[in-house]
T-cell receptor
Framework: NAGVTQTPKFQVLKTGQSMTLQCAQDMNHEYMSWYRQDPGMGLRLIHYSVGAGITDQGEVPNGYNVSRSTTEDFPLRLLSAAPSQTSVYFC?????????FGPGTRLTVT | GDSVTQMEGPVTLSEEAFLTINCTYTATGYPSLFWYVQYPGEGLQLLLKATKADDKGSNKGFEATYRKETTSFHLEKGSVQVSDSAVYFCALRGGTSYGKLTFGQGTILTVHP
C-alpha cells in the first residue's frame, strides 16, 4: 500500500511551457484534491474531485486544469507556466475525516 | 467564506518547555477541525482532529479542544522534544466538503536541546 504518490519530485520550467503533475492513490478513496503551498500562506486548494468524472474548482484554480478518469489518478495540468506558479504542490486523497497527502512536487518557473 | 488564523511564528523553545499554538476560525455551520504537522522535506501528516464542539483531539502528547464559544482550537503540549521541530497547520473542513480543507498559514516550531 503506497498511499499517495506524486511525480516528479522536482521540476524546473520556462515561462510558457506546459506540464502535468501526476498523482495516484491506491486506497480507493473517492475524494482527491490538489493544493499549493507558498511561504506564509499555508496550503490553498486548487481543484478537487469527489469521484471519477467529477471535478470542481477550489480557491486558486486559474492556470490549472484537472481531470479524473479513474478513481486512482488525478493529474494536474499547467497549460502555460508562469513565474507566479512557482510553488510546492501537494496532492491528497480523503476518507471521511482524514486527508492523506503525497510527498509534494517542488516546481520552479523561470 | 471559511478562514483559519494561526498565531504568528516562528516559535522557538527549549526542550521540555510548554507549547501553545493558537488557532481561531471563522466558518458557517459546524466544521471539523484538524492539526497537521509537516516535517522538513515531507508532506503533511494528520496530528489530531475534533469533529464537534467540546471534543478533545490528542496524539503523541499533543492536545487541542474544539471551543465553539471562542471559535478556537489551540494546540498544546506539556513538554516538547527536539523531534517536535516542524511546521504546524491548523485546518477546518466545513460540513460534508470532504475534499476541501481550509488551512491556516502555518507556524514554524524549533525546539533546542
Amino acid at each position: 500500500n503506497a498511499g499517495v504518490t506524486q511525480t516528479p519530485k522536482f521540476q524546473v520550467l520556462k515561462t510558457g511551457q506546459s506540464m502535468t503533475l501526476q498523482c495516484a492513490q491506491d486506497m480507493n478513496h473517492e475524494y482527491m484534491s490538489w493544493y499549493r503551498q507558498d511561504p506564509g500562506m499555508g496550503l490553498r486548494l486548487i481543484h478537487y474531485s469527489v469521484g471519477a468524472g467529477i471535478t470542481d474548482q477550489g480557491e486558486v484554480p486559474n492556470g490549472y486544469n484537472v481531470s479524473r478518469s479513474t478513481t486512482e489518478d488525478f493529474p494536474l495540468r499547467l497549460l502555460s507556466a508562469a513565474p507566479s506558479q512557482t510553488s510546492v504542490y501537494f496532492c491528497a486523497s480523503t476518507t471521511d475525516y482524514e486527508q492523506y497527502f503525497g510527498p509534494g512536487t517542488r516546481l520552479t518557473v523561470t | 467564506g471559511d478562514s483559519v488564523t494561526q498565531m504568528e511564528g516562528p516559535v522557538t523553545l527549549s526542550e521540555e518547555a510548554f507549547l501553545t499554538i493558537n488557532c481561531t476560525y471563522t466558518a458557517t455551520g459546524y466544521p471539523s477541525l484538524f492539526w497537521y504537522v509537516q516535517y522538513p522535506g515531507e508532506g503533511l501528516q494528520l496530528l489530531l482532529k475534533a469533529t464537534k464542539a467540546d471534543d478533545k483531539g490528542s496524539n503523541k502528547g499533543f492536545e487541542a479542544t474544539y471551543r465553539k464559544e471562542t471559535t478556537s482550537f489551540h494546540l498544546e503540549k506539556g513538554s516538547v522534544q527536539v523531534s517536535d521541530s516542524a511546521v504546524y497547520f491548523c485546518a477546518l473542513r466545513g460540513g460534508t466538503s470532504y475534499g476541501k480543507l481550509t488551512f491556516g498559514q502555518g507556524t514554524i516550531l524549533t525546539v533546542h536541546p
